[in-house]
């Protein structure tokens, strides 16, 4: 069994719609949790991350942790087309990091 | 402006070849990572290093090599290129930061294709 599991999608909303993306993860040990952001040909660049339980908001992205739930996810309101991207989790125990295989997302115009 | 290399960005090369993927950083960072990453898959972390003279290998077993003789420059080597080398390497650094949290920052990437 995998440490994190993402749902690999892909997902296609329409723009302005709320995306909700998740992870679960099976390693209690893990303290902080990440999303990142992939566009095509490049390299993942640091969107948010959250320490233990709780959410937090960064403009139109929240991020949301239940460490009871081993269950993370990232709602983005009022979506545009350049948030199509793929999104991928991430989570830190002692030194690593784990990632999630990445949801591929499109917002249509 | 601070921010981390790799060349080339593309490599098409032949079966037994020997090839080195490059990577730089200007952000002075002790940290630094090679990743693997394939379509649709998760990344995984093949080598990293703690500072100059220090090199690990990480969770998924790779046939590379890396050398650290600079803070700045963390190149990962192949000496017989293989069709199952074919994949997308990412570099990363990171500065520890307050309690305990580091940011990793990648690099674009450099897409080998073994033929």
């Known amino acids: 069994q995998k440490e994190v599991e993402q749902d690999p999608g892909p997902l296609s909303v329409p723009e302005g719609a709320i995306v909700s993306l998740n992870c679960t993860y099976s390693?209690?040990?893990?303290?902080?949790f990440m999303w990142y952001r992939q566009y095509s040909r490049k390299g993942p660049e640091l969107l948010m991350y959250?320490?233990?339980?709780g959410n937090k908001e960064d403009g139109r992205f929240t991020a949301q942790v239940d460490k009871s739930s081993k269950y993370i996810s990232l709602f983005i309101r009022d979506s545009q087309p350049s948030d199509s991207a793929t999104y991928l989790c991430a989570m830190r125990g002692a030194q690593k990091l784990v990632f999630g295989q990445g949801t591929r997302l499109t917002i249509n115009p | 402006e601070a921010d981390i290399y790799q060349t080339p960005r593309y490599l098409v090369i032949g079966t037994g070849k020997k090839i080195t993927l490059e990577c730089s950083q200007t952000m002075g960072h002790d940290k630094m990572y090679w990743y693997q990453q394939d379509p649709g898959m998760e990344l995984h972390l093949i080598h990293y290093s703690y500072g100059v003279n220090s090199t690990e290998k990480g969770d998924l077993s790779s046939e590379s090599t890396v050398s650290r003789i600079r803070t700045e420059h963390f190149p990962l080597t192949l000496e017989s290129a293989r069709p199952s080398h074919t994949s997308q390497y990412l570099c990363?650094?990171?500065?520890?930061?307050?309690?305990?949290?580091?940011?990793?920052?990648f690099g674009p990437g450099t897409r080998l294709t073994v033929l």
């Open positions: 390693n209690s040990a893990f303290q902080y």
């Open positions: 959250t320490y233990s339980s």
């Open positions: 990363a650094s990171s500065e520890p930061g307050a309690g305990g949290w580091n940011e990793q920052f």
